[in-house]
């Protein structure tokens, strides 16, 4: 069984930083697509970054140079290390893994004073 669990959401304020984490079982993590997505209320959601097998990475135009996506194959593992962050950014973040489509339960992010 497939199993994507995120954590490192919460509140942070204008200019803060987070780390999200996704934590992956139940696949062999080093051939799958690692991706982050987000879902802000009343909006689809959107692919925010990913990475490939072979490492080359992507990122929406909203976040790049804001965001830093990275896998650790040993630890099936895929982070997302947010810096400078808006209040736009607020919505909840879902990790991804492709093929397969499997999804995350999502985690909340708050960027609020």
């Known amino acids: 069984q497939v199993q994507l669990v995120e954590s490192g959401g919460g509140l942070v304020q204008p200019g803060g930083s987070l780390r999200l984490s996704c934590a992956a079982s139940?696949?062999?993590?080093?051939?799958?697509?690692g991706a982050w997505y987000r879902q802000a209320p009343g909006k689809q959601r959107e692919l925010v970054a990913s990475?490939?097998?072979?490492?080359?990475?992507y990122y929406a135009d909203s976040m790049k140079g804001r965001i830093t996506i990275h896998r650790d194959n040993a630890k099936n593992m895929v982070s997302l290390q947010m810096n400078s962050l808006k209040a736009e950014d607020t919505a909840v973040y879902y990790c991804?893994?492709?093929?397969?489509?499997?999804w995350g339960q999502g985690t909340q992010v708050t960027v609020s004073s």
């Open positions: 990475v490939s097998p072979g490492g080359q990475t």
């Open positions: 991804g893994v492709s093929p397969g489509g499997y």
């Open positions: 139940g696949i062999i993590f080093s051939v799958y697509t």
